[in-house]
């Protein structure tokens, strides 16, 4: 188990958990806009990464004055390794490629989470660099979950009933 922390240390640990697990979902996007079978998927996955690329760098920099560097404590360092070997093994079959996107889904909401509390404490500490990018945050997260959540049903509809040729790739 972890310290308790509090105060500047909890702070920290809340950018640095954020850091983590944009890292991890990051990179699963790259590999999941190579190997999805579901092209739609692909495409969707392919145009997040550029966006969240640029959400990682401003967690970067805005948790550099906390001390921040990316450290994956408990929790983000069991989804970022999950999320590598299930992103892995993506290519094997389908129904991998199906935890690999639940994986990348799971991220995406605890991402949510991690933006609407670091918004509260950035209002609280009246700072509006961070409460603008927390919004931010929050909205992309949302939309990006939203949109790998229905084409996660369709997959799994698509995988349970062999409909359409998964291996097709373009």
Known sequence: MGEAKQGQAFIQHEFDEAIAVQQAIVEAERILAESHPLKEAQDTIGRFVKDDEQCLRQLQQLGEKFGATGKAEEVAGAMQQLSETTSQSAEDAPSEAYEAHAVLLTMLRKQQDSSGAMLKI????????????AVQMQKQTKSEADELAALLSQFAVQIATADGDLASRN
């Open 122 to 133: 950035a209002q609280q500490m009246d700072e509006q660099e961070i409460k603008d990018a």
